[in-house]
């Protein structure tokens, strides 16, 4: 299984590149914003990679972040979701986007993308809502997939680490540490120190759960725009 590709880029269309890697090609499918981040033709490049295996088809999904990998992995195990329609949310929304989306239940979010329809979006959000803090904390550290020197170009075999899962709820001696995870959940999607750290220490002063997942959950409703 290949997990991670790096090379030059040969050249691309509207949905995926071929990447040259010591003479040998590799067409890899990525989202819309992907295609964007990735540099011109001619210059070196790395993707984290998801196969596709079946009777009939192989196909190579690159993604620039773990993160982004990962809620490929989890859409395309919603019923309804293949990698084309995994690809137009990432692409519609991001990585960031669609872990606010679930977490909020935002199903319009959701259904925004490319031949996403309102019942599958609903799934989407049913299914992953309890999955979406844990990947969303998976990219406080955004791992980046590294291009080398053309000197150093190689193809990784190894699957992409994948994500620890966080403990199911924090024991009160682990809350410093479950404030201190949301809050560089929330840090990666964007907000600024000061209004993440004050909606993280408002969610854990209302009680109750204090997990990692809650305190995210909770402040991303404090932080949502109101009216």
């Known amino acids: 299984m290949i997990g991670k590709i790096s090379g030059r880029i040969e050249y691309r269309t509207t949905d995926h590149v071929l ?11 990525c989202s819309d914003r992907t295609l964007m981040e990735l540099p011109g033709n001619g210059e070196f490049a790395a993707l984290y990679t998801e196969m596709l295996v079946r009777e009939d088809i192989l196909q190579l999904f690159g993604f620039t972040t773990l993160q982004e990998k990962e809620w490929h992995r989890l859409l395309i195990s919603v019923q309804g979701i293949g990698a084309k329609a995994s690809l137009a ?31 599958t979006a609903q799934r989407v959000v049913h299914e992953l809502k309890d999955k979406a803090p844990s990947v969303m904390a998976l ?3 955004n791992q980046q997939a590294a291009a080398p020197s053309e000197e150093d170009q190689v193809i990784d075999a190894a699957p992409a680490p994948k994500p620890t899962k966080p403990a199911a709820k924090s024991a009160p001696a682990g809350g410093m540490a479950a404030q201190a995870e949301a809050l560089s959940a929330l840090s990666n999607l964007g907000y600024g120190p000061g209004e993440a750290a004050a909606a993280v220490a408002e969610a854990a002063g209302q009680g109750g759960d204090v997990s990692t997942s809650a305190l995210i959950r909770a402040a991303l409703r404090l932080l949502a725009p109101k009216g």
Do not use: F, H, T
């Open 139 to 141: 990219g406080a550290s």
């Open 89 to 119: 949310i990432l692409g519609a929304l991001g990585p960031e986007g669609v872990g606010r989306a679930i977490a909020l239940g935002d199903i319009n979010a959701i259904k925004s993308a490319k031949g996403v329809g309102p019942k």
């Open 19 to 29: 990447i040259d890697v010591r003479g040998v090609g590799y067409i890899v499918y």
